[in-house]
């Protein structure tokens, strides 16, 4: 049976750029992890080592710096769709390019009572992520944006229960009606088309997902993502989908029985391990699946 190369890409994983915008007094910082991912006519160097259509891993990392000061560094989901489509459009032997970026974000500080012009401290709220796929040229050339953010601790404190569930032999857990539901949250989204306001959008989207997600009563975290990603499809016409990875944080009533203590929902062990996991996608039903869209170079976004 022959031996045959499979799908293949190569490209510069993880380059830190930080572009400091200081044009005036008040500086701006933008602070990003960023991958570069190339396929294309590169049966060749894994086949006989001829490197003559590889267009370096170096260099994709130098176009990653001089990008944020050639075409600017004010959106990650911009940024990326530049890096992409040069590559695509400029890189004789580069079918499709695929741009990973992670923003960490800085919060100014404040020195007498006034924002400094040119001191953060980092935010430590959530990281910001976008992936972007350029595939084909010229008038067939398409790109996908998925946008979002990981690392979100969000938790409430009441009104979540978990409660009915299907019981087998080993079921030990109790119900309740009265828990805290906590979670770390990855949430990305796929927009339809590249005419967006980017940060206003995702400044948007963000405040949506976490205002569903201690509004609604929840009977499950299932549920509460579900909703939540409703109601960003709802509000965002721009949004095809959006999927959550999210980590089930229990935080368990801590038995203080023995020390003739009562405990209302007052004292919990936060476990770290092990965890539910819930993954859930929410869509629009008749738009078309993008599979190549979330198939993640760096497994970073
Ligand atoms: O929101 C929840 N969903 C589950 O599927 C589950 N399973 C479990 O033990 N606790 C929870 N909580």
């Not at 750029?17 to 060749?44: K, M, P």
């Amino acid at each position: 049976m022959p031996i045959v190369l499979g799908p293949n890409r190569y490209g510069k994983a993880e380059n830190r750029v930080v572009r400091i915008y200081r044009d005036q007094a008040r500086h701006e910082i933008r602070d990003i992890n960023v991958s570069t991912a190339l396929r294309g006519a590169f049966a060749g160097a894994h086949l006989f080592g001829d490197q003559s259509q590889v267009l370096p891993t170096d260099s994709q990392k130098q176009t990653a710096y001089s990008f944020a000061k050639e075409k600017g560094l004010v959106t990650i989901e911009a940024y990326a769709l530049e890096l992409g489509r040069h590559f695509a459009d400029t890189v004789e032997y580069v079918d499709s390019a695929r741009i990973e970026v992670e923003e960490f974000l800085w919060q100014r500080v404040s020195a007498g009572g006034i924002e400094h012009d040119h001191t953060w401290v980092r935010s430590g709220q959530e990281v910001r992520t976008a992936a972007v796929t350029i595939e084909g040229h010229g008038d067939d050339q398409s790109a996908t944006v998925i946008a979002g953010f990981k690392d979100l601790t969000i938790l409430k404190s009441t009104g979540s229960e978990f409660a009915g569930f299907y019981e087998d032999g080993y079921t030990l857990l109790e119900p309740t009606n009265d828990r805290v539901m906590a979670t770390s949250l990855v949430a990305q989204w796929r927009y339809v088309g590249t005419d967006v306001d980017w940060n206003a959008a995702y400044e948007g989207i963000k405040t949506i997902l976490i205002e569903k997600f201690a509004t609604l009563h929840s009977l499950a975290l299932q549920q509460t993502l579900f909703e939540m990603g409703k109601a960003a499809l709802e509000a965002y016409d721009s949004l095809a989908e959006i999927r959550f990875v999210a980590p089930n944080k229990h935080h368990f009533v801590y038995n203080l029985e023995p020390f003739g203590v009562e405990n209302n929902n007052e004292v919990f062990n936060a476990d770290d391990r092990p965890y539910g996991l819930i993954q859930v996608s929410v869509l629009r039903d008749e738009l078309p699946a993008a599979p190549a869209a979330w198939d993640s170079y760096t497994g970073l976004v």
